[in-house]
């Protein structure tokens, strides 16, 4: 009996591993797991993200991606203690969004202009709260329903955990995550591990109004079929 492995059951059994630490290959499609969508508490609860895809950051911090009913989930768990911010970078086509999250939410969006991308829309903080009253609740549906994603805010939950629920209509998405620890915002740490476009760059004085994205760096996800 041949004790030769086949290159596909190669494949199947680096498959199994949870944990990446290596950089998505350039054009390479990341499959998002199916599961319970998980409370946006900013607590990643123990058997909440079970079954997730599970990523790792150059320090390793994690990234946990999940879908449920047209939308993906991403849990991050920073690897050192303390408050923790983040920025999500989503290709819009034409157009780069990014999904602020620390003390408030919002989203900017650039706009291609030939090699750069253009701001015509800065960050409107909202979503201060970190109750449960109705009122709260009430402004985090209004958010996710004009925004198309929703987030625990950084005072919520857990300081070095954050969960983000973010619409998905084609199921498939390009993107790119950057924690900002609230000790040194400028510290950036990004997924994919070899990101080096202005997504990583310090800004001190807040988001330029011209910046430089690399998408081919970024990530490809796709989200089950429904």
Known sequence: MSRRISLAVLIALLAGCSTST???????????????????DGTLAPGEWDGAAVEAFADGSELFLMASGGALY???????PGTTGANVFVDRGG????????????????????????????????????????AAQAERDAFLQEEGWMAANARTGTPNELEYRITVPDGTL?????????????????WPT?????????????????????????????LPTQ
Do not use: N
């Open 22 to 40: 290596l950089p998505p290959s350039e054009g390479a499609a990341i499959p998002v797991p199916a599961g319970e969508p998980p409370t946006l």
């Open 74 to 80: 991403l849990g991050v768990r920073r690897g050192e």
């Open 95 to 134: 157009q780069v969004a990014i999904l602020h999250t620390s003390a408030a939410l919002g989203t900017a969006v650039y706009e291609r202009e030939g090699d750069m991308w253009q701001q015509i829309q800065d960050f409107d903080w909202r979503c201060r709260r970190t109750d449960d009253s109705a």
């Open 174 to 190: 390009r993107l790119a995550v950057v924690l900002i620890p609230a000790s040194a915002p400028d510290a950036k740490t990004p």
């Open 194 to 222: 070899d990101l080096a476009d202005d997504s990583v760059a310090p800004t001190p004085g807040g988001m330029p109004t011209q910046m430089a994205f690399s998408l081919e760096q970024w990530a490809t996800v796709v």
